[in-house]
């Protein structure tokens, strides 16, 4: 017997190098896409460089091809890196490719179990996301909340005049934040949040996003994932718990005005829109309850990292693009003047600062990968992706392919001048808040408060990066923190005078 065990155990290299030797075999009767041969065990995990997958799979599909199969540990993927691509995944088979791809972190609290990220798209995850854009970025929303994103926007500009006169450097993603999540939280709950817990937020903020972004063994290997090994989903569980926290807060606040009879502070905010529909048996049987309201509203707070990192981003090319800078702050000052402050109204005037968010979002695009998951066999340029495989649109690396963009690694915005290009998910050579069923719902709110904060900031302002002899300054470091949000990993701090 026990010869028997050394005779097996023995064999198991020899079984794991053969499996290895024939995978390229299996994988084209398959019709798989092509793509690097994975190791036994760790599949092509080596081939990935954990700080930034994002431009690993891009090296890995200039030699494989635009749709190319990859293995990530245990899970099979898919990986799309072109328009053309793209557009198969996101568009054309999206019935079949657009569940969610939940991460172990998110299963902290059973927050998946309501989340607009993780939840397959069916009658639940269709109404959250109808609500969000109902009480964020609806037309007529949008248009209530207009005179809040103007105010936002005038305190940042007050926030920069503060440090000028101090002499004091701007973080300018943590001043966007706030901006954001000002205008946010008017539109949740009609209130501003307190600076302390903005500050705080902003830190929890950044901690979700590169916990979310860091390599799991538990999404790598599901079969380990309830052991959590990494103790990934127990750090998440103590910033959602923070995050619930908050977000309870204000619906136990709102319930006691609510039974005291109070007049709407709001023509309808989203907190009341949920409150409204409280205990409600909806589509399929789900119930709209305090879980539901929470997951949602942290949601949408986390999502205010991607506006500020685009505002950030675009801040660090302007600094390097003076020229850039220049002209964008002579469009504003012909269009606005010198002795007002920015308006919405302008945007549609200002077609070069709109040129910079472009070609900002275009390089640096806030959430770097499009994911989804096969819920059925679909066949996609003549490959087959079978049902479970996960599926990963390389975002970052469309926006920087050169046979789609001329000089694709220059920030150039005067490329955006006289195209017709968007980024509103029907041209595929950029979608940097991704295309089809999962685009952001936020996506018109993003469309206004983006270039709104980044126009305030350099108007009547004359910005200079830290200098290296200055706070530990040195320079602009362009290097990228992976995560959810891609953010800059060190955080952008310059110098405002007024001009």
Not at 120 to 128: G, I, M, V
Not at 242 to 247: A, E, P, R
Not at 336 to 343: L, S
Not at 428 to 433: A, N, V
Request: hydrophobic letters at 45%; glycine letters at 6%.
């Amino acid at each position: 017997m026990e010869l028997l065990v050394l005779c097996a155990v023995s064999s198991l290299p020899a079984v794991a190098l053969l499996s290895h030797a024939l995978q390229p075999l299996a994988d084209a009767r398959r019709r798989l896409p092509p793509g690097p041969t994975p190791l036994p065990v760790v599949g092509n995990l080596l081939d990935i460089d954990r700080d930034a997958p994002h431009r690993s799979l891009a090296r890995l599909a200039r030699r494989h091809g635009p749709l190319m199969s990859v293995r990530l540990g245990a899970v099979h993927a898919v990986v799309a890196t072109s328009p053309d691509a793209a557009r198969e995944l996101l568009q054309r088979n999206n019935a079949s490719l657009a569940a969610g791809r939940g991460l172990d972190a998110w299963r902290a609290m059973g927050h998946d179990a309501h989340s607009v990220i993780a939840l397959p798209p069916r009658a639940k995850w269709h109404a959250l996301r109808r609500l969000a854009a109902a009480g964020l970025a609806g037309p007529r929303r949008l248009a209530e909340q207009r005179a809040v994103r103007e105010e936002k926007a005038r305190d940042l500009a007050r926030h920069v005049a503060a440090k000028s006169e101090e002499g004091a450097p701007v973080h300018v993603a943590r001043a966007a934040f706030a901006a954001v999540v000002g205008a946010l939280s008017q539109a949740m709950f009609s209130e501003d949040m307190d600076p302390a817990l903005v500050d705080e937020l902003t830190d929890v903020a950044i901690e979700a996003s590169v916990l979310s972004g860091a390599p799991n063994v538990s999404d790598l290997y599901p079969a380990l994932a309830a052991a959590d090994l990494q103790g990934v989903r127990r750090r998440a569980g103590r910033l959602v718990a923070w995050l619930y926290g908050l977000i309870d807060g204000q619906i136990e606040r709102r319930r006691r005005s609510r039974a005291a009879g109070e007049a709407r502070r709001n023509s309808n905010d989203l907190l009341d829109m949920m409150l409204d529909m409280e205990g409600e048996e909806q589509e399929e049987g789900w119930v709209m309850n305090q879980d539901v309201m929470r997951a949602l509203l942290m949601e949408l707070i986390l999502a205010s990292a991607s506006l500020s990192a685009a505002t950030e981003w675009a801040m660090a090319e302007l600094l390097q693009n003076q020229d850039a800078m220049k002209r964008l702050q002579d469009e504003i000052a012909t269009v606005v003047g010198t002795n007002k402050q920015m308006e919405e109204a302008d945007l549609n005037r200002l077609p070069y600062l709109q040129a910079v968010v472009n070609e900002t979002l275009r390089l640096h695009p806030p959430v770097p990968f499009a994911t989804g998951l096969a819920e059925a066999t679909v066949e996609v340029q003549g490959y087959n992706i079978p049902k479970g495989t996960a599926t990963f649109v390389n975002i970052w690396a469309i926006g920087r392919d050169g046979e789609v963009w001329d000089e694709p690694e220059k920030f150039m915005p005067e490329r955006f001048l006289q195209s017709e290009i968007s980024f509103f998910g029907t041209d595929f050579e950029l979608i940097p808040f991704s295309a089809g069923r999962r685009i952001c719902p936020g996506l018109s709110l993003a469309a206004k408060i983006v270039p709104l904060l980044l126009g305030s900031m350099v108007h009547r302002f004359q910005w200079t990066p830290l200098p290296e002899d200055q706070d530990g300054g040195d320079g602009i470091d362009m290097t990228e923190q992976f995560g959810l949000v891609m953010a800059m990993a060190v955080p952008l701090r310059a110098v405002a005078k007024k001009i």
